[in-house]
């Protein structure tokens, strides 16, 4: 999405106010959870539904 929206990383951290770090963990698919909050102000940004950036996948056990 932020490739369809010409938006790099850093940018898109400055208008969401999360640290490059975070937005990484969040971009690779390691984090173990996000925040609403964080998800509408990313949504807001890229001017997309969650839909868009999220993916659903089943625990490895």
Do not use: H, W
């Amino acid at each position: 999405m932020m490739a369809k929206r010409k938006m790099s990383l850093n940018e898109l951290s400055e208008k969401v106010g999360l640290t490059l770090a975070n937005l990484s963990i969040l971009k690779t698919g390691k984090a173990k959870a996000v925040r609403f909050s964080t998800l509408d102000a990313i949504c807001k940004a890229l001017d997309c539904q969650p839909g868009d950036i999220l993916e659903y996948q089943e625990d490895e056990e």
